[in-house]
C-alpha cells in the first residue's frame, strides 16, 4: 500500500475545473504516494456522522483520515494566501504529526513549507464570507 498526501482545499472549488487542474498536478507532481481528496462522498458521510455526542464534523479527519496520510498534506490557500479555519485546521494537525506540508497555488506551483504561519488562518466567519459569498451557511 502506497502512503498518502492529503489534499486540503476549500469546499467552494469542489467540483470545478479547479479542483480538476489542481488533483491532476498534484498526482504527477507526487506519483508515488495516493492522493486523499476529502471531495469524496465516504469524506461527507464520516463528517456528518461525526456530528453530535460530543464530536464536531471535523473531528473525523482528525481522527480517521490524517492519520492515514503518512506522506503528509498540500493546500491550496485563497488567492491572498490566507486559509480557511478547516484547512489550516487539517494542515495544522499534519505539521504537528512531524508530516510533510506543501502549499499549491491555483496556477499549479507546489513549494515545500517548513513551518505553518498561524498569521494565515481565518476565522470560522472569515472562511464562510470567502467559501459562501451569497450567504449560504
Known sequence: ????????????????????????????????????????????????????EGKRGMDYFFEEVLPDCKAGGICHPFE???????VFAEMNWLYNAKRNLWEISSEGIIKELKELDTSRELSVEETRKRVYPQGKK
Not at 467540483?15 to 491532476?24: A, P, Q, R, S
Not at 491572498?80 to 478547516?86: A, E, I
Open 1 to 52: 500500500m502506497r502512503d498518502k498526501i492529503y489534499f486540503a482545499h476549500h469546499i467552494n472549488i469542489y467540483n470545478t475545473k479547479e479542483e480538476e487542474f489542481l488533483e491532476f498536478i498534484i498526482e504527477n507532481h507526487f506519483s508515488e504516494f495516493d492522493i486523499e481528496n476529502p471531495n469524496q462522498k465516504k469524506h461527507s458521510d464520516g463528517y456528518r456522522n461525526y456530528q453530535g
Open 80 to 86: 491572498d494566501g490566507m486559509l480557511g479555519k478547516g
